[in-house]
């Protein structure tokens, strides 16, 4: 089984920054993918950014594509989330999660508790 944190949220003017972190713990490795998706208030969750253990490609939606990068520290089992330019309607729960792909990502039960970005 394995334990996710999330931590680095907070509240940002639009045009700032936040970074992100999650630290895991336990079988990391046993999944496809790990990464990030968001959920806010009356909206479906959005896959937002992941990396597949197998080589490192990575994804990320369109809706982020160019302001948000992610990236891993193996050494230390945390994986981070570099919000840039952040606008709005990027207000949202940001949750890290484990998976086979994005799309399952947003379902699995292997994810953190969140953490909160808010922009305004």
């Known amino acids: 089984h394995v334990q996710l944190v999330e931590s680095g949220g907070g509240s940002v003017q639009p045009g700032g920054s936040l970074r992100l972190s999650c630290g895991a713990s336990g079988h990391t490795y046993s999944s496809n993918c790990m990464g990030w998706f968001r959920q806010a208030p009356g909206k479906e969750r959005e896959g937002v950014a992941f990396v597949y253990f197998g080589g490192g490609s990575t994804y990320y939606a369109d809706s982020v594509e160019g302001r948000f990068i992610i990236s891993r520290d193996n050494a230390k089992n945390t994986l981070y989330l570099q919000l840039n330019s952040l606008k709005t309607e990027d207000t949202a729960m940001y949750y890290c999660?484990?998976?086979?792909?994005?799309?399952?990502?947003?379902?699995?039960?292997?994810r953190g508790q969140g953490t909160q970005v808010t922009v305004s």
């Open positions: 999660a484990k998976s086979g792909n994005p799309v399952t990502a947003t379902t699995t039960s292997e």
